[in-house]
């Protein structure tokens, strides 16, 4: 997980441990777990220099398992990278369970694509920081599904 957004400094360790506690069961349930880092492209000036000054611009390695895929971005959806779709396809993931930060940034871009493409998307209210819960209620009236991390019912597995 990559903590990036001042604004949301304040929820920083009640997302990492709703967001710890999903992996856990993720793990106990057999679930894939797909982990999404920002690396921009070298040429983009703008976003390297904000995200080496951001103080919480670093995969933090609580995050980090054994069993994870891991995939890069360089755009707030996590589809921009094809070998998304190619993972998803490839394990018959049919329903995303997702936490991260910033809810009006990434996540949304990221969820918007997911639904866009058919998948069912559960939103881990208590693992993604937001300054409110609009962004959380706007995409839930998109279709996605608010739950809270744990327990990550069953039915995720694919």
Sequence with gaps: ?????????????????AA?????????????IIKIGNEFQPRDIMMNALRRHAAMARWDPGFDTDSAFYLPKWKS???CNPALDQ????HQIEQL????????????ATV???????????LL????????????????RQGAELVRSSPIPASTQP
Excluded: W, Y
């Design 87 to 90: 993972l998803l396809a490839e």
């Design 125 to 140: 209210a208590d693992a993604i920081a937001c300054r409110t819960d609009a962004s959380l209620n706007r995409l839930a």
């Design 1 to 17: 997980m990559i903590f990036d957004h001042l604004a949301a400094r304040h929820q920083v360790t009640p997302v990492m441990t």
């Design 77 to 79: 959806d996590a589809f």
């Design 112 to 122: 918007k694509s997911a639904l866009a493409s058919g998948l069912r998307v559960q």
């Design 97 to 108: 369970a997702l936490a991260g930060l910033q809810a009006s940034a990434c996540v949304t």
């Design 20 to 32: 710890r506690a999903a992996i856990d069961q993720a793990r106990r349930n057999e679930q894939p």
